[in-house]
């Protein structure tokens, strides 16, 4: 595809992503240079229909960004007022008191939000700016000039499912810029790109990422207790994996119901996605849903390396914004503070480079910002949580994770030190001959539901005459080495079904339903032979989330 000419737009700043990190960035442009030509380019269908967060949002970015939002009536209207924290056993649940929680673990003062509609509403701050934005525009390339970032191909369509031009091929085109902001999300393909070629995590750990499934239910309107945070660990996970759930009432008789399980579990008979439906018939949870009815349906990838797995953030001409560097506090459970502040350090820094004549080199001032300013000073005291949940297990880490944290907060010093990860999630998957196949019940539907269904309510849509945006690296290697070695484990750690082995007259068969993918990454990180690269499909495709 070399020989294709593209038509080409110059820009100030090119901003990858419509996310909390991206429109954050765009709007800080704006607002420090309004002559500024910026532009945000978003794969999903429109701005939000791609995002899926918790949330609990900590509204540090927000107040930073536009500190008068309230009366700009962004959609952050349900503040917590109640917070809890359950271990979950198999029929019962034991409360852990709130008392001995480090202060940054309390939700008051927070808000339970849909992040969609909040970057709906970005969006239109953005807009109101001349911040020019284009959903629906994939971008399928980085552009190079030498060793330096120079811009993006964006908008590609109509390829027929061998890669050639179809009948309707547009080649989309390169948005240039003086500086291009990264700002993908989790396991975005062009990081990644931008992750090896530039060798970032040189001198870091690895980044460690969990799957997280979250269903909107509305329920009986007795049973709504907006501003109620209930988090929870334990079963039915166990000992098979790390992970836990988050239930947040929302406003309108709505309650986000969400599971997060750690991708660096050994057993490759998980089955994460039924981990999640099981964990709705706990008495606790079963109660509340019984009577009400699931109304949408999606999952994502989540970075959970912390303080010591954010790579490198710059290379010449590009920077990598929000959970394209991994900025989540895990035991917080919260990254959209720090990607908003993340979009914020990365336009200053931009402004101030092009103000001064600069363009197309590393934006040093921006990684400083981010290791050692406010994003620096939430990650670095909760630094050792995950290693600690990874290694010892549950009550270890609970009990050395909140000591390490306690003193942290109040002295600023971390008495473990800083723990490493070591392997990465794909590393860590074992064996199939070791490890026994785990009987899962069959979904009730009503509290419990198979994968396809539940993807239905994801709203996902993909052309199918386009080429596949999972590449398999070696076809042989899913039927040669992951069914004999591992039982194949993306039949079950796809949250959508996408991956099958099907049996056929001359053996077993690897297949790829991409129209079912909803662009949650789980299969570039956690596929033991690192043999599926996630790329874009086209601009548009995908899931379109409503309030998610």
Not at 79 to 95: A, K, Y
Not at 216 to 228: F, L, V
Not at 377 to 390: G, I, M, Q
Request: proline content about 7%; aromatic content about 8%.
């Amino acid at each position: 595809m070399s020989e294709i000419e593209r038509e080409s737009m110059e820009y100030d700043v090119v901003i990858v992503g419509g996310g909390p990190s991206g429109l954050s960035a765009a709007i800080r442009l704006k607002q420090i240079n309004p002559e500024l030509s910026v532009v945000l380019l978003e794969k999903g269908s429109e701005i939000g229909a791609h995002i899926l967060s918790g949330a609990v949002l900590d509204t540090a970015g927000l107040d930073k960004l536009i500190p008068d939002w309230k009366e700009k009536g962004a959609p952050v209207e349900t503040e917590v007022t109640e917070d809890n924290f359950f271990i979950l056993g198999e029929g019962g649940h034991m409360r852990v008191p709130n008392w001995p929680m480090p202060p940054l673990m309390s939700n008051h003062g927070k808000y339970i939000v849909s992040m969609g509609n909040v970057c709906r509403w970005l969006a239109e701050q953005a807009e109101a700016l001349e911040v020019e934005i284009f959903p629906g525009m994939a971008c399928s390339q980085l552009v190079f000039d030498g060793d330096r970032v120079v811009g993006v191909v964006a908008g590609e369509m109509g390829l027929n499912s061998d890669g050639t031009p179809g009948p309707g091929y547009e080649p989309g085109m390169e948005l240039r810029g003086k500086y291009v902001l990264i700002s993908e999300g989790v396991r975005g393909s062009l990081a990644k790109e931008l992750i090896a070629k530039y060798d970032l995590s040189a001198g870091h750990e690895p980044q460690k990422f969990g799957l997280g499934m979250k269903e909107i239910w509305e329920i009986d309107p007795a049973k709504a207790k907006p501003g109620t945070v209930t988090h929870t660990m334990g079963w039915p996970l166990g000992k098979n994996a790390g992970g836990g759930s988050f239930i947040y009432h929302l406003g309108g008789n709505q309650v986000l119901v969400g599971f997060v399980v750690h991708l660096n579990y050994k057993n490759p008979y998980l089955y994460p996605y039924m981990e999640f439906q099981r964990f709705k018939h706990h008495p606790v949870v079963a109660e509340l849903l019984e009577g009400g009815k699931r109304v949408a349906y999606g999952a994502r990838a989540i970075s959970e390396g912390g303080f010591q797995s954010i790579p490198k953030m710059v290379v010449p001409g590009a920077a990598l914004l929000g959970c394209s560097a991994g900025l989540v506090n895990v035991p917080r459970i919260k990254g959209n503070h720090n990607a908003m502040l993340s979009g914020i350090a990365a336009a200053d820094a931009a402004a101030a480079a092009i103000a001064a004549g600069r363009e197309g080199d590393e934006l040093s001032d921006y990684e400083t910002e981010v290791r050692t300013g406010a994003i620096g000073k939430d990650l670095r005291p909760v630094r050792n949580v995950k290693p600690l949940w990874s290694r010892l297990g549950l009550w270890p880490s609970l009990a050395l994770g909140g000591f390490d944290m306690w003193v942290a907060n109040l002295t600023g010093w971390n008495p473990l030190g800083t723990w490493k990860h070591g392997k990465t999630d794909a590393q860590a998957t074992g064996k199939a001959a070791d490890y026994t196949p785990i009987d899962y019940p069959k979904p009730d539907g009503k509290l419990s539901f198979d994968r396809l269904t539940n993807v239905s309510f994801s709203f996902t849509n993909h052309e199918e005459s386009q080429p596949c945006h999972l590449r398999l690296k070696d076809p042989s290697i899913p039927i040669a080495v992951n069914l004999p070695e591992y039982a194949e484990p993306a039949q079950r750690y796809c949250p959508a079904g996408v991956y099958e082995v099907l049996e056929g007259e001359n053996g077993p068969k690897f297949q790829i339903n991409f129209q079912n993918c909803v662009h949650c990454k789980t299969c570039d990180i956690k596929d033991p032979s690192q043999n599926i690269n996630w790329t874009t499909p086209q601009g548009g495709d995908g899931p379109n989330y409503p309030n998610m």
